[in-house]
């Protein structure tokens, strides 16, 4: 089973930008679908972006749309978040989750069954 770490969270301003790393270790994201999804205090786990590797897609939520990329490094074995322009509603704790075939969705937590423990992003104004 793949185990998946996520690195790269902290503290911010409001206009700053934050690079999170999910690492997997024990399988390679050469052929899976890896999405980041972020969870705030008493609320649901939302989702933010997704890549694909068997279609080549990728899926942004409207809310970060414009100002996170997603991204692979086949060579680190890693899905990096890059998050620009950065508001206090992004605070949250950012989780990377993957799965090795199509689960019905890329957009819900339902669609993935392997997950890390999150990292922490703390946005400031």
């Known amino acids: 089973q793949v185990q998946l770490e996520e690195s790269g969270g902290g503290l911010a301003h409001t206009g700053d930008s934050l690079r999170l790393s999910c690492a997997a270790s024990?399988?390679?994201?050469?052929?899976?679908?890896v999405g980041w999804f972020r969870q705030a205090p008493g609320k649901e786990r939302d989702f933010v972006a997704a890549?694909?590797?068997?279609?080549?897609?990728?899926y942004y939520a409207d809310a970060v749309k414009g100002r996170f990329t997603i991204s692979r490094d086949g060579t680190k074995n890693t899905v990096d978040l890059q998050m620009n322009s950065l508001k206090p509603a992004a605070t949250a704790v950012y989780y990377c989750?993957?799965?090795?075939?199509?689960?019905?969705?890329?957009?819900?937590?339902?669609?993935?069954?392997?997950w890390g423990q999150g990292t922490q992003v703390t946005v400031s104004s």
């Open positions: 890549i694909v590797s068997w279609n080549g897609g990728i």
């Open positions: 989750a993957a799965t090795t075939y199509y689960r019905g969705t890329y957009r819900l937590p339902r669609g993935y069954n392997d």
């Open positions: 024990g399988r390679t994201f050469s052929r899976s679908a």
